[in-house]
């Protein structure tokens, strides 16, 4: 899942960015609005989380202008102004949800795993395909209540994969939402996940079909089908 930090405190940017990166995130930052609207033009991004008192455009500026666009994903307002004016206008404005600095770390990941689900209109934290069960909180995979050893990519893939299951996939949209501008992960590198995530998940008969070409589906499991 990818998210977009829109914040000019470099201090606070950096250690929310290692928290998200820590969670299994891609994330990128932009100090400015304007280098926040550039970026969410060129490239999809689940969450963005956006600092109203920026330099330059102001943060409800880029709110609007964010919402112009009917493919933008999930939007947070993190920010120091707390009056009830400001918050009435970032959710009229089209912020999926107001945070108001300081803040604590676990009920802001918090909201960003409730924002993600949302924006991939999945509504329960935990997800179950066929004999495989995943926890979205605590990014753990079972098959029939067995622990699967994933490491944070191979989980990312899976993600990816499971939410768009029964749609086609691009090597192309899996690496965007997987590594943000400066990661180095190729074409190739997917391919490797995908097989090793195709061993580990033999046994729960989770199918990733390559589609010659282009990228991969997840067929929903045969027993899932038959009932
Ligand atoms: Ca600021």
């Known amino acids: 899942m990818r998210v977009l930090l829109v914040e000019d405190d470099k ?3 950096d250690g929310l960015t290692r928290t998200l990166r ?3 995130y891609a994330v990128d930052h932009a100090p400015t609005g304007e280098l926040a609207l550039r970026g969410a033009s060129e490239e999809h991004f689940d969450l963005i989380v956006l600092d109203l008192g920026l330099p330059g455009m ?9 919402r112009a666009d009917p493919k933008t994903g999930g939007i947070m307002i993190l920010t120091a102004r707390d009056s009830e004016a400001d918050r009435v206008k970032g959710l009229d404005l089209g912020a999926d949800d107001y945070v108001t600095k300081p803040f604590s770390l676990p009920e802001f990941e918090a909201r960003v795993r409730a924002l993600i689900r949302r924006s991939q209109a999945v509504h329960s934290p935990v997800l179950q395909f066929g004999r495989l069960t995943i926890h979205t909180v605590s990014k753990r ?3 029939d209540g067995e622990d699967v050893e994933l490491t ?3 989980w990312g893939v899976l993600e990816y994969l499971l939410l768009r299951a ?4 691009s090597k192309e949209q899996m690496l965007q939402a997987l590594c943000g501008w400066d990661a180095s992960l190729t074409h190739n590198t997917i391919e490797v996940y995908v097989s090793r995530l195709r061993a580990k998940l033999q046994k729960a008969a989770i199918r990733i079909r390559t ?9 929903e499991p045969a027993d899932a ?3």
């Open 152 to 154: 944070p990519r191979e």
């Open 22 to 24: 820590q969670s299994g």
């Open 225 to 227: 089908l038959a009932r």
């Open 166 to 169: 029964g749609q086609v996939v």
């Open 58 to 66: 102001d943060g409800f500026e880029v709110l609007s202008r964010l």
């Open 11 to 13: 201090a606070l940017a």
């Open 141 to 143: 995979a079972q098959i």
């Open 211 to 219: 589609v010659r070409g282009f990228g991969y589906m997840v067929e």
